[in-house]
């Protein structure tokens, strides 16, 4: 079962800028969605970007137009580019499949707050 590793969290100001990386521990060139979901305190996880093996993206309408999902599959890796980002963004951000599997990561906390 291929792992998950989340990167590139940090404290940032409403308005600015972050990119996530997720390194997966085998290849993700055959699955078809790659997603990112995030959790706030007391709320149930969500998916915010989905990515496919087509190069299709979709986003939760909260994030449409600040944040844009990618894929490298020769680097079994990928990202979410968050820009523009919102008090409300704060969350601990995960990647996985879609329909996801039980192999979560730790996580990268993402918190915006002036």
């Known amino acids: 079962q291929v792992q998950f590793v989340e990167t590139g969290g940090g404290l940032v100001q409403p308005g600015g800028s972050l990119r996530l990386s997720c390194a997966a521990s085998?290849?993700?060139?055959?699955?078809?969605?790659m997603a990112w979901y995030r959790q706030a305190p007391g709320k149930q996880r969500e998916l915010v970007a989905v990515v496919t093996k087509l190069d299709s993206r979709n986003y939760v309408d909260s994030v449409k137009g600040r944040f844009t999902i990618s894929r490298d599959n020769a680097l079994n890796t990928v990202y979410l580019q968050m820009n523009s980002l919102k008090p409300e963004d704060t969350a601990v951000y995960y990647c996985n499949t879609t329909p996801y599997g039980e192999n979560w990561g730790q996580g990268t906390q993402v918190t915006v707050s002036s």
């Open positions: 085998g290849s993700i060139s055959s699955i078809f969605a």
